[in-house]
Nanobody
Framework: QVQLVESGGGLVQRGGSLRLSCTAS????????MGWYRRAPGKQRELVAV???????NYSDSVKGRFTISRDNANHTVSLQMNNLEPEDTALYYC???????????????WGKGTLVTVSS
């Protein structure tokens, strides 16, 4: 029905940059919110940044000023520009979408499989 496919993860040194992208495909009627969560080793999954249609983005305090989320509605894509990366940013990053499909016509949460970001010191 719907798939979220992430790209852009990798290995980078402290202070470096990466750009993550996620594209949703399938029977999509409307995407309300897209964004990113992450799960670091030994920790629970946490919000990184989300952006709703027609609203301002919401960032975790730990990434404010370093990460920038953007959204391309025409292509059902959300991106996360990550600058000044820290070892603490090392995690599996999951794409998230709250959307409505043309089949169910109800709000449903979808998750990508994750892309790994590793920041060395």
């Amino acid at each position: 029905q719907v798939q979220l496919v992430e790209s852009g993860g990798g290995l980078v040194q402290r202070g470096g940059s990466l750009r993550l992208s996620c594209t949703a495909s399938g029977s999509i009627a409307r995407i309300n919110t897209m964004g990113w969560y992450r799960r670091a080793p030994g920790k629970q999954r946490e919000l990184v940044a989300v952006i709703s249609d027609g609203d301002s983005p919401n960032y975790s305090d730990s990434v404010k000023g370093r990460f920038t989320i953007s959204r391309d509605n025409a292509n059902h894509t959300v991106s996360l520009q990550m600058n000044n990366l820290e070892p603490e940013d090392t995690a599996l990053y999951y794409c998230y979408a709250d959307l409505v499909t043309t089949v169910a016509w109800a709000n449903i949460d979808y998750w990508g499989k994750g892309t790994l970001v590793t920041v060395s010191s």
